[in-house]
């Protein structure tokens, strides 16, 4: 039985079967992955090079600059995207 408490845990793992290639399956796993899935959450703003490296670089650093240890919120305009990993 899944046991949604152990899975967020990393004690437990949803197993679905299905087939990219004849579209069997994808919708469930897809719907349950999202309802299932944890959400991304802020994070603080690391600075990690004081100088750009390119013109382009740093115009986009410019436009929508935050502060090192800032949160950054997944809605923030100038995101791009969170890493994270699911087991």
């Not at 197993?15 to 899935?37: I, P, R, W, Y």
């Amino acid at each position: 039985e899944l046991d949604m408490d152990r899975v967020i845990a990393s004690e437990q793992s949803p197993l679905f079967f299905g087939s990219a290639m004849t579209n069997f399956g994808v919708q469930l796993f897809l719907d349950k992955f999202c309802e299932m899935g944890v959400k991304p959450v802020g994070r603080k703003a690391v600075k990690k090079d004081d100088k750009p490296k390119s013109k382009k670089a740093a115009a986009t650093a410019e436009e929508g600059e935050v502060d090192e240890g800032e949160l950054v919120a997944p809605e923030f305009g100038e995101f791009s995207g969170f890493i994270f990993k699911t087991q």
